[in-house]
């Protein structure tokens, strides 16, 4: 037990550290606030209450800066933890039933990001008066390009970079080629005309 707490804090003080390096935008915020609860139910040896933990992040998060409330931001980076809370929340009271198949890997990802996608049209819709239908597309690979590819090795060089410009280097490297590989991908996307926004006044654009 006092080596997984030590895990724990560990963790929690490498993602502080990680987010601090990126800036500390407000999804950053919301995820330490949200990993610093959780660490402190799990160093306690009780469960972990995903919503107590998303509202104690808002809570945090308003304190610290009251007018977040009017960031789009806010909205959309708590309301789509929400939307994950909720539809983990339904698949553990209905699982699968018999001989339904188990979506894994890649096709669970891009049904989960579709769901996403859709219950977060309506704040989309709210916030710019459009919402976009390429997200699934734009987003299944660009989420593990970022997170793993792009963003860790470019802060890392980021940091490597004024007293190892060889160590840096080739992480750079790595997140600029990242980068332009999802750019690339990007591009099709948005190639593709049948994929154009939903606006709140109907769909597409002329």
Not at 50 to 56: N, V
């Amino acid at each position: 037990l006092r080596h997984d707490r030590g895990a724990v804090w560990l963790a929690l003080l490498a993602a502080t550290g990680y987010a601090a390096v990126a800036g500390m935008p407000l999804p950053a915020q919301r995820a330490v606030v949200m990993l610093a609860v959780a660490s402190l139910f799990l160093v306690a040896g009780g469960e972990v209450p995903g919503w107590r933990i998303l509202l104690a992040a808002a809570v945090a998060v308003l304190l610290f800066d009251p007018l977040a409330v009017h960031a789009a931001g806010f909205w959309l980076s708590f309301g789509a933890v929400a939307i994950l809370l909720l539809l983990h929340d339904l698949h553990r009271r209905r699982p699968s039933p018999a001989g339904w198949p188990l979506l894994r890997g890649p096709a669970a990802l891009a049904l989960l990001q579709a769901r996403l996608s859709l219950l977060l049209a309506p704040v989309l819709l709210g916030l710019f008066g459009q919402a976009s239908v390429s997200s699934v597309l734009a987003n299944l690979p660009a989420i593990p390009l970022v997170n793993l590819l792009a963003l860790p090795p470019g802060l890392l060089g980021f940091l490597l970079a004024p007293w190892a410009p060889a160590l840096a280097d080739p992480c750079l490297e790595l997140a600029t080629a990242a980068l332009a590989l999802l750019w690339q991908w990007l591009a099709w996307v948005d190639a593709i005309g049948w994929l154009r926004p939903a606006t709140a006044h109907g769909i597409g654009t002329t």
